[in-house]
C-alpha cells in the first residue's frame, strides 16, 4: 500500500473513485486535484471509529475538538489555487494531514503549520508511511506564517478566520493566490485572494462554508492550551 502509486492497490480504490466522480459531479474540474484524491488514503487519515465513513463527502472528527474537512472543501481550495506542481505552498491548519498528502501531489514543495502538539505528530507519522517527502510540517500559529521559506505560491488556510492574517499577505509572492474561510466562529464564505504587484491583496468570496476556528495571534483568541 504504501510508497510510490500511494494508496492505489490498498483495496480502497474503488471508494475513491467513486467519491471522485461524486466530487466531478459537483463541480470540480481539475484533473490533477481529482487525481490526487483518486491516489491518496483518506481512510488512514481518520480515527478508526469512523474509518467506514472515509470515502463519503463528508467532513470527519479527528480528535482534539477539530474535524477533517469535508473531500469538496479541499478539492475545492486546491481547484481555486490553481496549482501547476511548481509551486511553494504554506497550509496553515494541518490537522489530520489529508491536505497536506494531496497537496504534496499537486505542488513541488509543501510547508505545514498545525497548533496542536498530538496532530502535528499523527500527520507526520502518517505522511511519513505514505512516503511523502516533499512535506515539512511545524508546531506553532500558523497567523504568523513561516517566514524562512517565504515567499509562497499558494497558501491555503483550513481554519475559519476573523480577516485575512496580515504577515499571511507578506508572505504571499506577489501573482500569488491565498485561500481563506473568512468571517465568524459559526459561519464563513470561503475568499480566494491575490496578491498584486502593489502587495495589496484583493479577494473574492466563493461559497459559504464552515470551518473549526484559527486560533492565534492574527486569528480568533483562543480559550487555554
Ligand atoms: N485540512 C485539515 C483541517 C483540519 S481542521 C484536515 O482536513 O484535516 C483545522 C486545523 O487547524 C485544526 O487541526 C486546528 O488545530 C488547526 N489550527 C487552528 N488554529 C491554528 C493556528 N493558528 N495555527 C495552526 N493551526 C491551527
Same mark, same amino acid.
Not at 505545514?112 to 506553532?140: C, F, H, K, Y
Given at each position: 500500500?504504501?510508497? $510510490?502509486?500511494?494508496?492505489?492497490?490498498?483495496?480502497?480504490?474503488?471508494?475513491?473513485?467513486?467519491?471522485?466522480?461524486?466530487? +466531478?459531479?459537483?463541480?470540480?474540474?481539475? %484533473?490533477?486535484?481529482?487525481? #490526487?484524491?483518486?491516489?491518496?488514503?483518506?481512510?488512514?487519515?481518520?480515527?478508526?471509529?469512523?474509518?467506514?465513513?472515509?470515502?463519503?463527502?463528508?467532513?470527519?472528527?479527528?480528535?482534539?475538538?477539530?474535524?477533517?474537512?469535508?473531500?469538496?472543501?479541499?478539492?475545492?481550495?486546491?481547484?481555486?489555487?490553481? %496549482?501547476?506542481?511548481?509551486?511553494?505552498?504554506? @497550509?496553515?491548519?494541518?490537522?489530520?494531514?489529508?491536505?497536506?498528502?494531496?497537496?504534496?501531489?499537486?505542488?513541488?514543495? *509543501?510547508?505545514?503549520? @498545525?497548533?496542536?502538539? #498530538?496532530?502535528?505528530? &499523527? #500527520?507526520?507519522?502518517?505522511? #511519513?508511511?505514505?512516503?511523502?517527502?516533499?512535506? +515539512?510540517?511545524?508546531?506553532?500559529?500558523?497567523? %504568523?506564517?513561516?517566514?524562512?521559506?517565504?515567499?509562497?505560491?499558494?497558501?491555503?488556510? +483550513?481554519?475559519? +478566520?476573523? @480577516?485575512?492574517?496580515?504577515?499571511?499577505?507578506? &508572505?504571499?509572492?506577489? $501573482?500569488?493566490?491565498?485561500?481563506?474561510?473568512?468571517?465568524?466562529?459559526?459561519?464563513? *464564505?470561503?475568499?480566494?485572494?491575490?496578491?498584486?504587484?502593489?502587495?495589496?491583496?484583493?479577494? &473574492?468570496?466563493?461559497?459559504?462554508?464552515?470551518?473549526?476556528?484559527?486560533?492565534?495571534?492574527?486569528?480568533?483568541?483562543?480559550?487555554?492550551?
Amino acid at each position: 500500500m504504501v510508497v $510510490g502509486g500511494v494508496g492505489e492497490r490498498d483495496g480502497f480504490g474503488g471508494y475513491r473513485s467513486q467519491l471522485v466522480g461524486e466530487l +466531478s459531479a459537483k463541480g470540480i474540474k481539475d %484533473l490533477a486535484v481529482l487525481r #490526487a484524491i483518486s491516489q491518496v488514503p483518506r481512510h488512514i487519515f481518520v480515527p478508526e471509529a469512523v474509518r467506514h465513513r472515509a470515502y463519503e463527502d463528508s467532513a470527519l472528527p479527528i480528535g482534539g475538538g477539530q474535524t477533517i474537512s469535508q473531500p469538496w472543501v479541499h478539492a475545492r481550495s486546491l481547484e481555486l489555487a490553481r %496549482l501547476t506542481g511548481r509551486e511553494r505552498v504554506l @497550509e496553515v491548519g494541518t490537522g489530520s494531514g489529508y491536505q497536506t498528502a494531496l497537496l504534496s501531489l499537486c505542488a513541488d514543495q *509543501v510547508f505545514s503549520i @498545525e497548533r496542536l502538539p #498530538a496532530l502535528a505528530q &499523527q #500527520a507526520r507519522d502518517v505522511l #511519513a508511511l505514505l512516503g511523502t517527502r516533499n512535506t +515539512s510540517i511545524m508546531l506553532g500559529d500558523g497567523t %504568523l506564517g513561516w517566514r524562512p521559506y517565504s515567499p509562497y505560491d499558494a497558501i491555503i488556510v +483550513s481554519a475559519a +478566520s476573523p @480577516e485575512v492574517p496580515q504577515p499571511l499577505v507578506e &508572505q504571499l509572492a506577489p $501573482g500569488g493566490r491565498l485561500i481563506v474561510p473568512l468571517g465568524d466562529r459559526d459561519q464563513q *464564505v470561503l475568499a480566494v485572494c491575490t496578491k498584486g504587484p502593489d502587495g495589496h491583496v484583493s479577494c &473574492q468570496t466563493v461559497s459559504d462554508v464552515r470551518f473549526v476556528p484559527l486560533i492565534g495571534q492574527f486569528g480568533f483568541p483562543g480559550e487555554a492550551g
